[in-house]
């Protein structure tokens, strides 16, 4: 447990020192050192750390490092009756390329690890409303993700490409479109699931594409912009989805490749645990309410795909521990939506307060999760050279 505080707070720090650098070198030492502090954690771990690791990831480095080509490679049988060619294309190339470079498995897993992390760092970073707040994301990130992303990590390779690709939407960069699909197109080769971010881009572009001029609804002595109504209309709806999931089963298996995903939606009550995760934050949100229903910003986007996401995605976890799997392209957002409403008070006070009681959330949630409950079985470390 002490080796994952000692990195993630370095990190951390690290992070912090770049971003208020005004020196460019140093600025870039500064975030080069602090982003492959998790990369090199992840590349000198034990090949228990991460369950994940021993059921594909291993026999993919030996079969990888024994076969002739990449086509003997693909035919090659993993796990079970699955075989390499089964699993997304973009994993098992990478894997066979920098194990036939390399022959090491712990440089295999480095590359990963920074796969996962560079893009959720530089997508962050894309972020206006982000400026002075990576730190924070990151940590949230750190506490919240790296542990999953351990073992879970084709998917998290996918979703952190995703991820990138729906920042340059939301930061109306040039070519935004071409980066997205880019993006979502690597990201695609790693996990299948990550094809649902189009479900994020449409939100945006319905909600918060700019106009020519901004419509809104008076109620008494408010002004409620036309999209925050049609924001909340979306989290209804995926309240509805909840209470009729045969619905949300009928979507997955109508998308190729997604219908295996239905196995998780069934039989699925509402989880007061899952509830219990998103409480906190669906506290401080109606506390600061009337200051979002008089902004019509992109803030209350993120917040209410993290809501709809825990409420909706999250009941998934009744069904299996895999379950919650689904929802990890939706919550990942956390890393946006925490600091966002962290940075909401209109006081310094309030500001502070906001963000130790985010703070003091997340490390005992990461304290309850991954090391007392041992998810993903990453805790303790056992180091792997």
């Not at 720090?13 to 005004?22: D, K, P, V």
């Not at 060619?85 to 295999?108: A, P």
């Not at 924070?136 to 879970?152: D, E, K, Q």
């Not at 910003?297 to 919650?324: D, H, P, R, W």
């Amino acid at each position: 447990m002490l080796v994952y505080l000692i990195c993630f707070i370095s990190s951390i720090i690290l992070i912090y020192l770049g971003e208020h650098t005004e020196n460019k070198a140093k600025r870039i030492i500064f975030i080069g050192i602090a982003l492959l502090i998790p990369c090199v954690l992840a590349g000198i771990r034990a090949t228990s750390i991460g369950t994940d690791v021993n059921v594909y990831l291993k026999p993919m480095f030996t079969k990888a490092t024994s076969a002739n080509t990449f086509s003997d490679f693909l035919n090659y049988k993993i796990y079970r009756s699955r075989v390499a060619k089964d699993y997304e294309i973009g994993f098992t190339f990478l894997v066979y390329l920098v194990s036939k470079i390399f022959n090491n498995i712990h440089i295999v897993m480095f590359v990963i690890e920074a796969l996962i992390i560079f893009p959720i760092y530089f997508g962050l970073k894309k972020i206006k409303c982000m400026n002075n707040k990576i730190g924070l994301g990151m940590l949230i990130y750190y506490f919240l993700f790296f542990h999953p992303g351990l073992n879970l990590m084709r998917q998290y390779v996918g979703v952190s490409f995703a991820f990138y690709g729906i920042c340059c939407i939301l930061a109306k960069e040039n070519k935004c479109i071409i980066k997205y699909i880019i993006s979502s197109i690597i990201a695609f080769t790693f996990h299948k699931s990550t094809i649902m971010s189009a479900i994020l881009v449409i939100i945006y572009y319905i909600l918060y594409k700019k106009n020519k001029k901004e419509r809104y609804l008076t109620f008494n002595s408010y002004k409620i912009p036309i999209n925050t109504l049609l924001s909340l209309l979306i989290l209804f709806v995926g309240l509805f989805a909840l209470l009729n999931l045969g619905m949300f089963n009928s979507l997955l298996k109508s998308v190729d490749g997604m219908s295996r995903y239905t196995m998780y939606t069934k039989s699925i009550s509402i989880s007061d645990f899952s509830l219990v995760r998103v409480f906190p934050i669906i506290i401080i949100f109606l506390l600061l309410f009337k200051k979002f229903i008089n902004k019509n910003e992109n803030s209350l986007f993120y917040i209410l795909t993290f809501c709809m996401a825990y409420l909706v995605f999250g009941q998934l976890s009744n069904v299996s521990k895999n379950g919650v799997r689904i929802s990890i392209l939706f919550t990942v957002f956390n890393v946006i939506t925490y600091p966002l409403l962290a940075s909401t008070p209109n006081t310094k006070k309030g500001k502070i307060l906001a963000t130790s009681f985010i703070v003091i959330y997340v490390i005992a949630y990461w304290g309850y999760m991954y090391v007392y409950r041992g998810f993903n079985q990453t805790v303790p470390f056992v180091l792997g050279i």
